[in-house]
């Protein structure tokens, strides 16, 4: 399968703990997106990376939120101190950097905050 | 402000009947528009790309037009296998983010 993977798929966890999501990105593909998505709702930008180089990130990555792709290839996303209205679908996407390529999705971690 | 506004949100459909979805845009510096399909419980999938007013694509049962304000996806024949939320997102000037509109479920019975 040479599409983008997100593990896990899903994540139950309590309140107040940390939790970290591992995209691996189209293998060829150097840029990297993570986008957040809630119900009926259409996906939010979080981040972007070009190689290992994070280039845009949205108002909607606070401080408990942060990022890598150390060597450019896969990606992290944790988030620190979970809260309630963390719960919601992360997605992950690649594309080559040419201009204006399309991004392609994996199939998402959903992340429920008990 | 919403910059992208999909209509209708949802969409019966009877197989065979053929109907269109609308996606309209109020962006500046408008560098593609993109549609997707998206699966419950899956991420989107890719359909098309769309970079200048006139533009149309087209992939089996499905054709997408772009004008300076609005694109829309026709389905022609619909199969309930088109069942499917598709969303609609477009790529402005100065950012490499996709922004999506809400989408419209299409419910496709037979």
């Known amino acids: 399968d040479t599409g983008v993977s997100q593990n896990p798929r899903h994540k139950i966890t309590k309140r107040g703990q940390n939790v970290t999501f591992r995209c691996d990105p189209i293998s060829e593909h150097n840029r990297l997106y993570w986008y957040r998505q809630t119900l009926g709702q259409g996906p939010e930008f979080l981040t972007y990376f070009q190689n290992e180089a994070q280039l845009e990130k949205s108002r909607l990555l606070s401080d408990r939120f942060s990022a890598e792709r150390p060597k450019g290839s896969f990606s992290t996303l944790e988030i620190q101190r979970t809260e309630q209205g963390d719960s919601a679908m992360y997605l992950c996407?690649?594309?080559?950097?040419?201009?204006?390529?399309?991004?392609?999705f994996g199939d998402g971690t959903r992340l429920s905050i008990l | 402000e919403d910059q992208v506004t999909q209509s209708p949100e949802a969409l019966r459909l009877q197989e065979g009947e053929s109907s269109s979805l609308n996606c309209s845009y109020t962006?500046?510096?408008?560098?593609?528009l993109f549609w997707y399909r998206q699966d419950p419980g899956k991420g989107p999938e890719f359909l098309f790309t769309l970079y200048s007013a006139g533009e149309e694509k087209e992939k089996e049962r499905l054709k997408a037009t772009l004008t300076k304000k609005e694109s829309f996806l026709h389905i022609t024949a619909p199969k309930p296998e088109d069942s499917a939320t598709y969303l609609c997102?477009?790529?402005?000037?100065?950012?490499?983010?996709?922004?999506f509109g809400k989408g419209t479920k299409l419910t496709v019975n037979p």
């Open positions: 962006v500046s510096g408008l560098r593609g």
């Open positions: 997102a477009v790529l402005q000037d100065g950012s490499e983010k996709l922004v």
């Open positions: 996407a690649s594309s080559l950097s040419s201009s204006n390529q399309p991004q392609h």
